[in-house]
């Protein structure tokens, strides 16, 4: 009996509805900005899907949006150029898992993001004429 190509292929053909989600890819991950020069100032709005924790696919991190804030301005003064930035993130403090572990063998895949954070930065560059 003579097999014909396609039927040999369709036998190496994996059945698709029976394959898990990949361990530790995120589902959705989204960050809309806007900024404007001079004075500038973002608003991200960054979202992370569900994120599966082992090969199995019974347990996740569920999805989390975080709202973070910026706010810079820049001045010339002579000839210094000055920077000021302010950035907020987690700005509603919103509790998550931030990380996960991998398939851990007892089953503490969860990490905690990171708190509200604050940081300023001041830059200030001379330039030499």
Wanted: proline share 5%; glycine share 4%.
């Amino acid at each position: 009996m003579k097999e014909t190509r396609e039927s040999s292929q369709s036998k190496f053909q994996p059945n698709t509805a029976d394959w898990k989600k990949i361990v530790a890819k995120y589902e959705k991950p989204s960050t809309p900005k806007a900024a404007w020069q001079g004075f500038h100032a973002a608003v991200e709005i960054v979202h992370t899907g569900r994120l599966a924790v082992n090969d199995i696919n019974d347990d996740a991190a569920p999805a989390a949006t975080v709202l973070n804030l910026r706010a810079g301005l820049s001045q010339s003064i002579g000839a210094w150029r000055l920077d000021e930035l302010l950035r907020i993130d987690n700005a509603t403090d919103r509790r998550y898992a931030g990380s996960v572990i991998v398939n851990d063998a007892n089953k503490r895949y969860f990490e905690p993001a990171l708190p509200r954070t604050a940081m300023l930065m001041l830059t200030g560059q001379y330039q030499w004429r």
